[in-house]
Nanobody, 116 residues
Framework: QVHLVESGGGLVQPGGSLRLSCVASGDAFRAYTMSWYRQAPGKERDLVASSDGGRTNYADSVKGRFTISRDNAKNTVYLQMNSLKLEDTAVYYC???????????WGQGTQVTVSS
């Protein structure tokens, strides 16, 4: 069982920056695929970025603005969000996928609101 806790959300003006953090419990963090998803009101939950074995992947809408990184020693994955836009407003969720069995774990989410 993996427990995920996100933090770092908040209210920011367009063009601003935020850094989200997600701390995972348990062992073997470095072997997990870690991802950030987001869900805006009335919309589906969509993949924002993922990190797996040194490889990263981004949604087209955030390429060049968001960066996913991880500190395996701290069991933490980050999402640095720059040049934020109104349409980035959503609840952001951290997801962990275990190796081999591909079990999925979700955090509780953190609200990001971009508004002037």
């Amino acid at each position: 069982q993996v427990h995920l806790v996100e933090s770092g959300g908040g209210l920011v003006q367009p063009g601003g920056s935020l850094r989200l953090s997600c701390v995972a419990s348990g062992d073997a963090f470095r072997a997990y695929t870690m991802s950030w998803y987001r869900q805006a009101p009335g919309k589906e939950r969509d993949l924002v970025a993922s990190s797996d074995g040194g490889r990263t992947n981004y949604a087209d809408s955030v390429k060049g603005r968001f960066t996913i990184s991880r500190d395996n020693a701290k069991n933490t994955v980050y999402l640095q969000m720059n040049s934020l836009k109104l349409e980035d407003t959503a609840v952001y969720y951290c997801k962990a996928v275990s190796p081999f069995l591909r079990l999925q774990y979700w955090g509780q989410g953190t609200q990001v609101t971009v508004s002037s």
